[in-house]
């Protein structure tokens, strides 16, 4: 005999910052979930709006209650999950541990723990002001909260709660997270975030229903030069929320984007002109040094006579990291490792003082952070795009708000506060290798996987409109795309058999 279970499945909270509506919801930045499962409350990610100096950079965490100082967040959070290391998905947990008092279970891969501090105070250190948000000292007892896991590993946070991690790509450590919470079965069931009715008999032989969601954080199902494509399971969850950064956006083939940005670093230079490349430190930064210390190898002493810099320290993080965490990168870069160091690069050498871009030969650089929103990216920018010889290339997605957003808009003169423009004269190039799944990977990933339902995050709002619209129609999936401090309450409907006793019929 079959009995039917429904209600609300999950509720899903989008948190988004202090005075708009900018955030993961409908937007990419400041990614931050609040799921509400089973009775259970589980963050997902908590990071920081890259366009933003002001209390918008953080999500607005009065969404879970209003802050003050008996408020205890740590009660009200069974867990929180970080994805990786990317500051727009981690960027605010320090303020979130240490500054509102959250002292739960955090967690997150063993390279995202060991890379997210890094990251984190450098950051602190190009925005340091006297009211900045957290400190060193913060970031170091934040990290002591975490808890890590590995691919694979199912982690059992509480007698309800598990979760396990999925390998994602993107960057190193990056993981998508299958949640699981199991429901005591009673004649009824009731719990702030669902409800559930069973009819119309209770025996103590009927099994404990569980629900599922799946969180991709950011994925790419692609693999590159350094890491291999995203891995997900049939784990058919109730739920999968999935990033849009790419909703409506097909990239060219690998091959074509190389050569496009090959082209456009040897014709810069031959024509005496400087070539910047804004990057994050780990990540995009390998897999284009490879590309270009490859292809001035091939191409002899006229081109190596003109030097490819990057940011001083950029070669020491990644032979230690990717050193350290060889098992997450893919199956060519470990063989390699076998012979010689692939990060070893015998045509670019570290960039260690802002004298070397003064230099009236041409170069390339590579420079941190990746979204011209600070630090020595945007430093240089405003030393060469005034020249039209100079060209900058920006390999990735930059969030709307930074000086990369609006280079890549076109803008030709940009505000930089209230009493500065730059006017922007050099070549630009969109040459995109962000490591996010684009619109063929998100549906491959939702066939991968087979969800009930879908949730759409981390993107623009009308190409998840227009994402959201064809995953109805060609997967048949109910799909939702809220915005940042709305509530989406799923419903779920499940069979399952019990024993009944034949006099009880």
Known sequence: MKYLQHGNLATFTIIGGGRTTLGAGQDVGRSCVLLRMGGKHIMLDCGMHMGYNDDRRFPDFSYIAPYHPSTNYTSMIDCVIIS???????????????CLGYDGPIYMT????????????????????????????????????????????????????????????????AAMFHIQVTVPVTNSVSCPSASFTFHPFNTPRLPHPSLTCVYTGDYNTTPDRHLGPAQIDRCRPDVLVTETTYATYTRDSKRTREQAFLEACHQTVAQGGKVLIPVFALGRAQELCILVDGYWERMGR???????????????????YYKLFLQWTNESLRESFVERNPFDFKHIRPFTHMTQAD????????????????????????????????????????????????????????????????????????????????AKGIMSLISACEPKNVVLIHGEKSKMAMLKERIVKEKGIPCFDPGNGTTVTIEVARDFVARVDRELI
């Open 302 to 320: 006229e081109l190596q006579k003109v030097p490819v810099y990057f940011s001083a320290g950029l070669t020491e993080k990644a032979n230690e």
């Open 110 to 173: 063993y390279p995202t723990r060991k890379i997210a501090p890094i990251l984190l105070e450098d950051f602190r250190k190009i925005m340091i002001t006297p009211d900045s948000f957290f400190t060193e000292a913060d970031i170091k007892n934040c990290m002591k909260k975490v808890i890590p896991v590995d691919v694979n590993q199912a982690i059992q946070v509480d007698p309800q709660l598990t979760i396990r991690a999925y390998y994602a790509g993107h960057v190193l450590g």
């Open 84 to 98: 990786h290391f990317h500051l727009d998905h981690c960027g605010a947990l320090p303020f979130f541990t240490e």
């Open 359 to 438: 230099a009236p030969t041409p170069m390339v650089l590579f420079a941190t952070p990746g979204m011209l929103h600070a630090g020595t990216s945007l430093n240089i920018f405003l030393k060469w795009c005034s020249n039209p010889l100079n060209a900058v290339i920006l390999p990735g997605y930059c969030v709307p708000g930074t000086v990369g957003a609006r280079v890549l808009a076109g803008e030709r003169i940009i505000p930089l506060d209230r009493w500065t423009n730059v006017e922007v004269r050099c070549k630009v190039y969109n040459l995109s290798f962000s490591a996010h799944a684009d």
